[in-house]
């Protein structure tokens, strides 16, 4: 299961691995293709932030201005999970049919199909377990507006706390730590503590417990060692321009999502675009409204969040298209 929040981008893609032609060294990864882009789901949904994908192919969403979190069958049928339609905002913790939230943005999946909201209008992050109770995991005073959320093998939840300028991780009894980052924002790669970034909000975890970041307000994506120091994985100037690393370009990205063989995908919000990144760091775009080449057509506007399935199929929040979009693997 992939780890950018076993949730915010969570199946483990292993499809099309092609074999080493020499046992003795690494085996060849044959890079993903993508050959449609499809309407998953629609009716209903508003502003759609956060998306997420357990190991049944069930998506779970975010549904922003809601207030509630949905759930999608492989079929496209939305149904709500936890909290109230029509209700409005609130701050309830309890059984998914009467509790609330607050303009909830991201979300995660584990492996035991416990699913974590980033509840940004409550500063909280939640957790519901599969029967739909909702609890509070932590917040609400160490927060400062969540948005993106992950959650690891381990299952240690990383949160993109956008308003803090840190990303921290909540241990499974629930104590809040930061990983990286500070109150001051920046743009800073350094060692474990040195480190600043601008507004991050989204976050992935592979299966190695490394952790990218896009750090929105820089137009970058960033490298997190288990150790807490920061690098630059991809990004430089804010634009759209594909490349290797600091040559290519984004524009305010927010969802982010890690397959198992280290391909990071990149809802790059500002551009109405989904991109894709090597390992070696190589950006290139799969789908956008302004596609050239072998880029896919896409009617996308302000794509957030994003998740992939077990297959390697991207979803994406298309917030104001109300819509979740499918990118379907050749």
């Avoid at 499809?15 to 789901?41: C, I």
């Avoid at 759930?71 to 049919?97: E, M, R, Y």
């Avoid at 609330?100 to 409550?122: K, M, R, T």
């Amino acid at each position: 299961m992939g780890m950018a929040g076993c949730g915010g981008g969570n199946g483990t893609a292993d499809k099309n691995n092609s074999d080493s032609a020499n046992s003795g060294s690494p085996a060849l990864v044959t890079p993903p293709v993508y050959k449609a882009v499809q309407t998953f789901a629609s009716g209903g949904l508003l502003t759609p932030s956060g998306v997420a994908v357990d190991s049944q192919g069930v998506v779970y969403v975010a549904d922003q201005n809601n207030h509630v979190i949905r759930k999608i069958s492989a079929s496209g049928n939305i149904s709500t999970f936890a909290g109230v339609l029509g209700q409005g905002p609130g701050f309830v913790d309890g059984p998914g049919t009467s509790a609330s939230f607050s303009s909830p943005f991201g979300v995660a999946v584990d492996q035991q199909f416990n699913v974590y909201v980033a509840d940004s209008g409550n500063n909280a992050i939640r957790k519901i377990k599969p029967d739909g109770t909702v609890s509070t995991l932590a917040g609400v005073a160490l927060f400062n507006i969540p948005n993106g959320v992950a959650v690891d093998k381990n299952s240690t939840v990383y949160v993109a706390d956008w308003g803090n300028n840190m990303v921290r991780q909540i241990s499974t009894v629930g104590v809040v730590s930061t990983l990286a980052g500070g109150v001051t924002s920046g743009s800073t790669n350094a060692n474990v503590g040195s480190a600043l970034f601008q507004n991050p909000y989204g976050v992935a975890v592979d299966e190695n417990l490394n952790a990218y970041v896009a750090d929105t307000g820089n137009n970058l994506i960033l490298l997190i060692k288990p150790n807490g120091d920061v690098s630059l994985f991809a990004g430089g100037t804010q634009g759209l321009s594909d490349g290797l690393a600091g040559s290519a370009s984004f524009d305010g990205p927010q969802g982010i999502a890690v397959d198992s063989n280290g391909y990071i995908f990149v809802g790059d919000t500002n551009n109405n675009a989904i991109r894709m990144i090597t390992p070696q760091g190589l950006v290139s775009t799969v789908a956008s409204t302004n596609a050239s080449g072998t880029t896919l057509q896409a009617s996308l506007s302000y794509p957030a969040g994003l998740a992939l399935d077990a297959a390697g199929n991207i979803f994406v929040a298309d917030t104001f298209n109300n819509q979740i979009v499918k990118i379907v693997r050749a």
